[in-house]
């Protein structure tokens, strides 16, 4: 009888198999596309396959997270990753039917989610997302500061400009509207830009200031953090794997922290001898 060792020993060989793993993305691939292909109405005649098709890939993404729970020598070890949770919700979420008719528009909903799956699946993804949420407390100081100068310019904006068009410059909140037009560069030249230069000439330069430092700095800033701290996860991550210059330069800190304790060590008996 084969042991539980045993099996748990051949779902960790299959979880960690690259060919396994690449199968995973492309029935997650897949699911994107059914949930696409059912958006069409010419696909109606094709319900009751794509259904067939539907239950398929919800029994394998259900064995598929039943292998890698059983690969953990315990249980609680898969949870205690927060990508197994994120992966674990996901597939039981899709495990509401779509026969219920009550339920079918968050069954329907909560299956577009699957494609998220590809996130926990491929590391650069995975180190792309959690950059993402680590840089939002840092960017937020940075956002801001844009509203701050977008107040400042919207008010500024609505006391100048109020009588060239009061459906842009009509109040405060028009006018960061307007300005808000002007920073994505949507049409802001013929549509905001040129009317105002009409009646002041040297608006332009209200424009530019205001474009030069959100366009340009601000938006610089945020990126600069993003990358900060995408550079700080891709250290981690070579380090946790053991990979890289990150995790030599690590290695070759703990080799000279070792000789070192072991020159101290070697002083300390000379020493001894000595006295």
């Not at 029935?27 to 396959?49: D, H, M, N, P, V």
């Not at 898969?78 to 992966?87: P, Q, R, T, Y």
């Not at 699957?114 to 995975?126: F, T």
């Not at 000439?201 to 800033?221: R, S």
Request: glycine content about 4%; charged content about 20%; cysteine-free.
């Amino acid at each position: 009888m084969t042991s539980l060792s045993t099996w748990r020993d051949r779902f960790e060989r299959l979880r960690s198999n690259k060919v396994f793993e690449t199968f995973v993305i492309a029935i997650i691939i897949l699911s994107a596309l059914l949930i696409g292909a059912k958006t069409y109405e010419e696909t109606s005649r094709f319900e009751q396959a794509l259904r067939v098709f539907d239950v398929g890939v919800t029994i394998f993404f259900l064995v598929e997270i039943l292998i890698r729970m059983g690969a953990e020598k315990r249980l609680r070890d898969f949870f205690k990753k927060g990508w197994n949770i994120f992966d674990f919700l996901i597939v039981t979420a899709s495990l509401i039917p779509l026969d219920d008719s009550e339920m079918v528009l968050l069954a329907r909903l909560l299956r577009i989610f699957r494609v998220l799956r590809l996130v926990s699946m491929i590391p650069e993804l995975r180190i792309l997302m959690v950059a993402l949420v680590k840089s939002i407390p840092r960017m937020g100081y940075v956002a801001l500061l844009m509203f701050i100068i977008f107040y400042i310019y919207a008010a500024i904006g609505s006391f100048i400009f109020a009588s060239v068009d009061e459906k842009l410059w009509g109040n405060i909140s028009l006018a960061m509207l307007t300005l808000f037009q002007v920073a994505t560069f949507e049409s802001w030249a013929t549509a905001v830009l040129y009317p105002t230069m009409e009646h002041y000439p040297y608006a332009w330069i209200y424009f530019l200031t205001f474009i030069f430092l959100n366009a340009f700095i601000f938006l610089n800033m945020m990126i600069g953090i993003v990358l900060d701290v995408m550079q700080k996860e891709s250290l981690a991550i070579e380090l946790e794997n053991g990979e890289g210059e990150a995790a030599e330069l690590h290695g070759l800190r703990d080799d000279v922290r070792d000789l070192k304790a072991q020159l101290s060590r070697m002083e300390e008996a000379l020493n001894r001898r000595g006295g």
